[in-house]
């Protein structure tokens, strides 16, 4: 899974021409995942992306729940929060409110994100406040040790369901959409070129961002392996009708995408859905508020209302 | 009668504009130069039940509020079934003329509304009600329209002027009764200069929120839970002109963690809530702990979960917040007794969050929370942000990144995601001196150890109790947060009738000093504790540090403050024993 990708090529767009390079996103933590577990590829897919867009390592901070995936902040030489089970979405937001020059990507498992950590999902998708979120979905509970999640396909066998599951799991593409998100999307942690470039667009989207990562966990759900992933795996880009602008488009196809036929690719992108949060903010918000002095504030007058 | 003094009772149903009119008498009184203590009183209904106000106005300092009053505003009927037996000898009683109700032992004064609003707004009834009350003094034309001019000064002239025409019509109303039949209060009131010099009105709410301000919190997330949500509401009325993001989260718990994010980020940040939010709040709590992110926590107690008793006080919760944890971390909690306490004390509570690096909870109850007070206008002059070992975004590059580096007083410098040179990663989980995750059970040890070790940073003197009245006093009244009011005013007429009693009053209960707070309390002759609740938590938790044992206890858990007679009459019980 952990493809070498060239980076001559990358293209670098990033101020003061600073030049990084991938040793300078390297953390030099060694791994406490699986050999072979898919979120090897996707540190690497955001590490290009980074590198892609030339963003300075020091500007982006990395915000997870807990969960295999979440451990994710110390595998990248970036700045991190690891927060705590199902809180890394409003942790998130609370951050980028505070510094917006700060590119903020938040990354998580499907049990954080869809299970304990729902409720935040669909109110930071409807506010459409200028985050990534990365979903490592590998449709179990992993650090746990293989229990249901809310993606994990009806009938599946699994811990907590030893006599398979009978709930119908979240669809997370439809989700997003009904949910608001402006930029949405499905990518596959074996696909390291197609993850570089969605999360590199996701990340450059003005707005929420939100991919959906079919992830591969070789120890709790390896029935689900790369052949599986490849036999099933189309890419919607490829459909005559392509029309990711359109809501309705992907809405339809997202529903069309089930655990038989996987789509990868963007669902729906655009950047004038609508304003982004911070954008809307009434405040002044020109210098970002950790920037700016709190010292002797003046509060006189609130106090001549008092009197 | 004596000059200067007057308590006032206004009842009526939810949405009758009962707290309106109690509050331009408490700002009429302000400007007259008295002490004003203003309380509220309702059901959580948005119309009907019953709603009370009660106005205590007096030239002396006054702390609480009274049980028995000289003037009943009975905008219904069932006001007057329920409050009339708490009026004073004398005391006049005001309704509507539509009421049958008739006294030989009060004066009755019927007013009728409907035809002194004479085509007038039905809102501007309020106004009347509050000229009545007003002419009842006979007072001078200037304090009304002074009164009336400041309660309004955020509305149009238009609005002031329409104001004061019906203050006028109830005030003739009222005083030209007050003439003719002999009665009434005239000439109780009179304009004085308050000996405070400059005064503020307000409520603890009010007071934490301009603190908060004056601390410069950037970032406010909360959801709105009663006594609480005045915070929400008071942040976002200023967030345009202090720069502050003011957010309404989906719920309590991406409200701490909004704040935690926020903080983590380099602003100073808080939340509000009540016990409910409070127990969704817990985990972050310790998240924040863990991570050494100061996180500031208002928590306005109430009893029970999201129902309970929901607009009444309580001190039920303070074993709760003091226990707040998973496994075990360094957190403050305090317990401001009065508005300047929830000034000084919010304010202090940003720079030991920073200082201390680690969540510092304020804990308040409806009492506090939603009543007015005056109090001495704030000198704001002596504060300053102490932001601690911080290191801003535009001071120098860093050449490590050790954000929790091992040091002498257990304090590592902070510094923010944006910062060059200082990469790394703020996490849950036990870590490293770099914030790396390290289960290792040396390391684990240390960071016990200075995560615990930082609470040296707090200023002793914060960490003893305050004492007020005689040193020598043959019994001490012990309490903590809103009861500081109506133990100082308790002790003050106990002593002018020449019983020695003081009163040792805890703001800081997480931590406090064991040592200096057992031998402060070895030293009294006798001690009784006072506490809003049924268990006597404070009392659990000095005889868990201490192992003092308070014997003599009043606890009250009736949902209502302690009244000012009850506390009396209760000491002067156990002094006779
Ligand atoms: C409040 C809380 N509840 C439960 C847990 C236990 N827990 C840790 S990770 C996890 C689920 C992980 O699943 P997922 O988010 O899908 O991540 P994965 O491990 O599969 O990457 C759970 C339930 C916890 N840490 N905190
Ligand atoms: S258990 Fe699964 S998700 Fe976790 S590290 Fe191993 S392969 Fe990856």
Known sequence: ?307 | MSLNKISIKIGGPAGSGVFTIGLLLSKYFQRAGLNVVYTTDYPSLIRGGHNTCCVRAENEEINAEVLNHDVLVALDDLTITEDLKQLNKGAVLICDTKSTFESADYQVLKVDFDKLLDGMDKRYFNTIAFGCVIGLMGEDGDMLRDALATHFRKKSQEVVEENLKAAQVGYDFAKEFCVQNNTGFLGRITKTQNSLGNTVFMSGNDAACVAAVKAGVKFVGEYPMTPSTSFLHYMAAHELDYNITTKQTEDEIAAINTAIGASVAGVRAMTATSGGGFALMNEAIGFAAIAEAPVVVFECMRGGPSTGIPTYTDQGDLKFVINSSQGEFPMVVLAPGDIEECFEESFNAFNLADILQTPVIVLLDKHLAASHFTAKRFDTSKLKVDRGKYINLSDEVLANNKRHEFTEDGISTRFNPGQPGGIYTSSSYEHDETGYTCEDSENHVKMMEKRFKKYDAIPKELLRPKMYGPEDADLTIVGWGSTKGVALDAIKYLNSDGLKVNYMHFVYINPFDNEEVKSMLDSCKDTIILEANYTGQLRDIIREKTGFYIEKTYFKYDARPFYFQEVYTKIKEVLKK
């Open chain 1, 1 to 307: 899974m952990n493809e070498e990708i060239k980076i001559e090529d990358v293209n670098f767009v990033g101020g003061d021409n600073l030049k990084f390079s991938l040793l300078d996103l390297d953390s030099k933590h060694e791994s406490q995942w699986c050999p072979g577990c898919g979120n090897y590829g996707i540190v690497m897919a955001v590490k290009n992306a980074i590198l892609k867009l030339g963003i300075n390592p020091k500007d982006v901070l990395i915000v997870s729940g807990i969960g295999c995936a979440s451990k994710f902040p110390h595998y990248l030489k970036t700045y991190g929060i690891e927060t705590i089970h199902g809180r890394a979405l409003p942790v998130a937001t609370g951050a980028k409110l505070a510094n917006k020059d700060l590119h903020v990507i938040v990354v998580g498992g499907d049990g954080d994100g869809y299970g304990i950590g729902m409720g935040h999902l669909m109110h930071t998708m409807r506010r459409n406040i200028n985050i990534t979120y990365l979903i490592n979905n590998n449709e179990i509970y992993a650090l746990t040790k293989g229990q249901t999640s809310p993606t994990t396909p009806k009938g599946k066998k699994t811990a907590s369901t030893p006599n398979g599951s009978i709930e119908t799991p979240v669809n997370p593409m439809a989700l997003a959409i009904g949910g608001g998100a402006t930029f949405i999307a499905k990518s596959f942690s074996g696909d390291i070129n197609h993850m570089s470039d969605t999360i590199a667009r996701a990340i450059a989207h003005k707005g929420f961002s939100i991919i959906d990562i079919a992830q591969i966990c070789v120890s709790f759900n390896p029935s689900m392996n790369f052949k599986w992933y490849k036999d099933r795996i189309y890419n919607i880009d490829d459909l005559p009708d392509y029309n990711n602008k359109n809501k309705s488009w992907g809405m339809i196809h997202a529903l069309e995408s089930q655990d038989d036929k996987i789509g990868i690719g963007i669902y729906y992108h655009n950047d004038d859905d609508r304003e982004t949060y911070i954008d809307d903010l009434p405040e002044d918000e020109k210098l970002s508020l950790v920037r700016q002095d709190i010292n002797d504030i003046d509060i006189e007058n609130i106090l001549d209302n008092y009197e």
